[in-house]
């Protein structure tokens, strides 16, 4: 089961991240329906999931498209958080096994993964393993994939918050 993530130069999805403490995840609104069907193609959308975090993929094309899901609160590791530099961008992403299929969700990777969060920047970053380097890449508004070459190594997510 290879994961390869490769980044394709194109403007990041526009649309708001938001993180709702009722539901206790994050969902993601496209600003334009017409857009995010334009990326999604003709045979639909699954998810690549890294715990309970959901990452949107389109099956014609492997673009990675938002994130979405289920990750309270509660779990959150404190931890001073600040950007790195991140290009805009699309991430496609390439199975060996399975292959992708509209609604069949795919582990990214069996580790653990830590969630951290920043109180004063408001980040929150959902990673592996904090040591490897990583490159980010815009995918959506508010939305960071981390990659180290062409392995998958975190997320950095920028949300608005609501009750």
Known sequence: MAHKFIVEAASPLAGTLRYSDADRGFSFQPQSFDD????????????LVADTLQLEVAVDSGRAL??????PKESWQREELK??????????VELDDPPLEEHISVSIARSD?????????????????????EKLVE???GVHLGLN???FVSF????EFVE
């Open 36 to 47: 995010l069907a334009r990326l999604e193609g003709s045979e639909g959308r699954t998810s």
């Open 66 to 71: 938002y994130v979405w899901g289920y990750l």
């Open 83 to 92: 950007l790195p530099t991140s290009a805009g961008g699309a991430v496609a």
């Open 113 to 133: 993964w830590d969630v951290l969060f920043d109180e004063s920047s408001r980040l929150v970053r959902v990673v592996r393993d904090r040591r490897v380097p």
């Open 139 to 141: 995918i959506a508004d």
């Open 149 to 151: 070459g062409t392995e």
């Open 156 to 159: 950095w997510l920028c949300p």
